[in-house]
């Protein structure tokens, strides 16, 4: 066992950060870990502060290495911001942080794991730091693509790619750890085109395949434009059932939580400072509930654009195996119905909508013009 | 006190009894808030001064219900007020599952709970003992808040016509509150029945009645109208976002209306439209294709993209979006 068993498929990277971790020449004080959605970042910078820590060089079990993939050690801050941008003052309070010398492990390590969030303003006050660290400090940040840091972070930090993994590596760690079925878990691997963390829920959680094959039955069902906005309502809302269900029981208990540690758990009235802090506490879940949103709808569009990227393969007869293999039926029918210009221009819709989206365009309106694309007349760019 | 008996759709809030315990099930706030405040007025008439608590659900501690609810040596009438039971925590669950089989006469208790699964055993135990479950649905739907403003005026015993219900909800129909609002104000100083002319006067200003009127003039292809509209909206401020959204609306509503047409069993209801928004829509509808509203949408997409950030200059992008939509109704 080791604390790099959970970093599925990433071979040269491994290798980069056990080194790092083995001769104190090859280390460096900021890091860039960049890779796609569900390349397994944040895991990844976990593994790497976790080995930092170990007096074994990341042994897995150890209390270091423990403390540090349960999120508790003292010298390892993780931020993971569920808000659209991480803000000055938060980042400034990690640069004072950063200057402080280890309590007990072996370094100080922050992991940002939304490095790409940051206004250009902020990302110069944390250059600032990366550019004359403490020597017993580290800086994890991770990105999807080096390009999504300003260029003088980029410059400064060394850099770490990983890539998607493929599959069999994320069935075989779904069934070797979460000890999920070998059948179950290679069609939620494919489905989830390799990303752990979507893997594990469809894997788990029948209601979450259900939603997505809800989804994904959406492109055929549509005629006309009618059908079109209709569905684009429905998609929505498929959406917000699964936000919610992401988030609700993590509200409540934040609330919880928060209410005990200012004492006032039983208050029938709090104090207006106290309430002011609860009011806080409401917009912040707000916030991440609409991110939460996003990012599922955007992960709905995702699963679209598997769907026809089989429908594309078969009315390509390319021969390779399919994404959703689950259903099978959809793609065969959609195949047959449309040209491959067609999925061609359904899968521009989708990639069109997915950028309306991340630019805040409202999301019922972003996926109306993308289901409008679905139907069977439109046959050329529009 | 009269036995009540509730049917399975629930009491509507303004119908909430002085009961032991009452329910009050539902998200819309407002009219939480009033069934609530009703329990708290028929306790006071009947009782004359009560005691009055108010808990939150989420903040619970163990043993509070036996303090505040049990009935007490000297009988002081009390009203008991849980909010938020869909955030309750579980001290509250075991506690208010062990009190509804001693619950007094004169102390009511009001379990508020605005939605969702959380606490789903005790109301199920509460509904099945038969107390009175008082329903706040979401009024989020055109047709809800047309239903919703009748009821206001019946109720003070006044009345608006179409064209004054679709104005008023038009105007200020985005926050319930200001609805409510709204029509007391109208109520109060207006006689007679309360037409489109009288809105007009008091909420016409308002920024969603413009963004609204400007994509009436641009579906019924009004090309010179809905422009000139839109920059004396834009010259006195309005925000392009909103402009943008009422255009949305205003194609989705002509969208569905389009559906039922294919499909026997949908009803204006089902789509979350008002009778009048339908026919109004019917009509409208001569004058577009499949095509031309699809590409409309997408048109209307665009500019929600440029005057979130894409473009430069956003109110281009909102008339841009105008042209493109009136001028796709213009031609035959
Ligand atoms: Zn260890």
Redesign the interface.
């Known amino acids: 066992m080791s604390v790099w068993d959970d970093v599925v498929g990433q071979e040269a990277a491994v290798r980069t950060f056990r080194e790092a971790v083995a001769d104190p020449r090859a280390m460096t004080h900021a890091w860039l870990v960049t890779g796609p959605p569900g390349s397994g970042r944040s895991t990844a910078a976990r593994a790497f502060a976790a080995a930092l820590q170990c007096p074994d060089d990341g042994c897995g079990h150890c209390h270091e290495c423990t403390t540090v993939l349960g999120g508790t050690h003292p010298d390892v801050t993780l931020v993971a911001t569920e808000r659209l941008t991480i803000g000055i003052e938060e980042t400034r309070g990690l640069v004072a942080l950063a200057q402080r010398a280890p309590s007990q492990g072996r370094w100080r390590v922050v992991v940002v794991e939304d490095a790409d969030r940051m206004a250009e303003r902020t990302s110069n006050v944390l250059l600032k730091a990366i550019e004359e660290p403490p020597e017993r400090t580290v800086w994890l940040l991770c990105a999807p693509s080096p390009q999504d840091v300003v260029v003088t972070i980029r410059s400064r930090a060394r850099l770490v790619g990983l890539r998607v993994p493929p599959p069999e590596a994320v069935a075989e760690l779904l069934v070797t750890r979460d000890g999920v079925d070998p059948e179950i878990a290679h069609v939620a691997a494919r489905a989830a085109q390799s990303h752990v963390g979507v893997a594990r829920r469809l894997a788990r959680d029948p209601e979450a395949r259900e939603r997505r094959s809800k989804v994904l039955s959406i492109p055929a069902s549509i005629r006309g434009v009618g059908d079109a906005v209709l569905a684009a309502g429905e998609l929505v809302e498929i959406a917000q059932a699964d936000a919610k269900a992401a988030t609700a029981d993590r509200d409540a208990a934040e609330r919880a939580e928060l209410l005990r540690s200012l004492g006032a758990e039983g208050e029938t009235r709090l104090p207006p400072a106290l309430r002011a802090q609860l009011t806080q506490l409401e917009k912040d879940q707000k916030r991440r509930a609409t991110r939460v949103q996003r990012d599922v709808l955007d992960r709905a569009m995702v699963d679209l654009l598997s769907l026809f990227r089989d429908v594309l393969m078969v009315q390509l007869g390319a021969g390779l195996e399919l994404m959703n293999v689950e259903h099978r039926e959809v793609v065969t029918e959609l195949a047959q119905s449309s040209t491959p210009e067609q999925t061609l221009h359904r899968m521009d819709a989708i990639g069109v909508a997915r950028t309306r989206l991340a630019g805040n365009v409202a999301p019922l309106l972003a996926v109306e013009a993308m289901t409008l694309a679905f139907r069977p007349q439109v046959r050329q760019l529009g | 006190m009269a036995a009540r008996t509730s049917s399975r759709a629930g009491i509507a809030w303004h119908a909430t009894p002085l009961a032991p315990l009452v329910l009050v099930s539902g998200p819309e706030d407002l009219l939480a808030e009033r069934a609530v405040g009703l329990v708290i007025e028929q306790a006071r008439a009947t009782h004359g001064e009560v005691e009055i608590?108010?808990?939150?659900a989420?903040?619970?501690?163990s043993g509070?219900l036996d303090v505040l609810a049990s009935p007490s040596l000297f009988g002081e009438p009390r009203v008991v007020v849980v909010r938020r039971v869909e955030?309750c925590?579980d001290a509250f669950l075991t506690d208010a599952l062990e009190h509804l089989d001693h619950l007094a006469d004169d102390v009511h208790l009001v379990l508020q709970h605005g939605g969702?699964v959380?606490g789903k055993k005790l109301l199920d135990a509460v509904k099945s003992a038969g107390h009175p479950v008082v329903v706040c649905e979401a009024i989020k739907k055109d047709s809800d808040k047309t239903a919703f403003v009748s009821d206001e005026l019946r109720r003070a015993g006044r009345r608006a016509d179409a064209g004054g219900v679709r104005a008023l909800v038009e105007a200020v129909g985005s926050d319930l509150r200001e609805l409510a609002s709204a029509v007391a104000q109208l109520v109060a100083d207006t006689k007679g029945t309360i037409g489109a002319q009288v809105v007009e006067q008091y909420y016409g200003g308002r920024i969603e009645a413009t963004g609204f009127r400007v994509a009436d003039a641009a579906v019924a292809g009004k090309v010179a109208e809905s422009v000139a509209l839109l920059r004396h909206a834009m010259s006195t401020g309005v925000d392009p976002v909103p402009l943008v959204?009422a255009l949305?609306a205003k194609l989705?509503t002509l969208?569905?209306?389009?559906?039922?047409?294919?499909r026997s069993g949908m009803s204006a209801g089902d789509?979350g439209l008002a009778p009048w928004q339908v026919d109004r829509a019917r009509k409208e509808l001569g004058r577009w294709t499949?095509?031309t509203?699809?590409?409309a949408?997408?048109a209307?997409?665009?500019a929600?993209?440029e005057v979130?950030?894409?473009s430069r200059d956003p109110r281009f992008a909102v008339e841009r979006a105008v042209l493109r939509v009136a001028t796709a109704a213009a031609s035959d």
């Open positions: 608590s108010d808990v939150d989420a903040a619970y501690e509070m955030a925590n969702g959380r959204a949305a989705r969208a569905k209306v389009a559906a039922m047409r294919g789509l499949p095509e509203l699809a590409a949408i997408d209307v997409a665009q929600d993209a979130k950030g894409a």
